[in-house]
């Protein structure tokens, strides 16, 4: 659980700036418990809140969930069957499980970059646009600008600045990983999961 300092102003003071609002936390997860099936439970009873604007790590041992959990936050693991959940995780106040939410939309909105590095098969700049594409984006100057902020975001742009249209497969294994960087950072996330992506 975060903890968050407590108001600098005195409530004896009326003439005291009333100290503002806090905001909500952006996620916020509740008594959350997840198994892959009946008899394998991987997640269990875990409460926390994940403030806009920083930089949240989850740290520990292999095996114990981190993977897990994150996927939950983009609904990555509904494309496993078997399957269950209880508790709450919110986004913004929404609660991501509402079976009115369309999980496409969270999705756009909360991107990820895997463990392990997986681009397509097509050139460093396709791979970089690719959601803008899907997205019927055509205007190749807004997509040339993409692809070089995004680049330069993930720290690659002065690798392969004059190989654009080359294949992304004949890149070493830690210029995928940037490569995939540069791909979940493009299309502007509200929220960027990243699953070890050093760790090539």
């Not at 690659?156 to 990983?177: I, Y």
């Amino acid at each position: 659980m975060i903890s968050h300092d407590p108001s600098p102003y005195s409530s004896s003071d009326s003439s005291a700036p009333a100290p503002p609002a806090r905001r909500p936390d952006y996620i916020q997860v509740r008594d959350f418990s997840f198994n892959y099936t009946p008899a394998v439970r991987v997640l269990h009873g875990i409460s926390m809140d994940i403030p806009e604007n920083e930089v949240t790590a989850f740290i520990g041992p292999s095996g114990c969930g981190k993977t897990t959990l994150l996927r939950n936050f983009n609904r990555m693991n509904d494309l496993i069957e078997g399957i269950s959940h209880e508790g709450t995780i919110t986004v913004n106040g929404q609660d991501i499980f509402d079976p009115n939410l369309e999980v496409i939309s969270l999705r756009k909105r909360i991107g990820m970059v895997f463990q392990k590095s997986n681009p397509f098969p097509k050139s460093i700049y396709e791979n970089v646009i690719y959601s803008l594409r899907v997205a019927g984006q055509r205007n190749k100057d807004v997509l040339d600008e993409v692809v070089e902020r995004s680049l330069k975001g993930a720290a690659l742009w002065d690798e392969v600045k004059d190989r654009l249209h080359q294949n992304a497969l004949g890149l070493s294994g830690g210029q995928m990983q940037r490569l995939c960087i540069a791909r979940a950072i493009a299309n502007q996330p509200h929220i960027l999961l990243m699953d070890e992506p050093c760790s090539a």
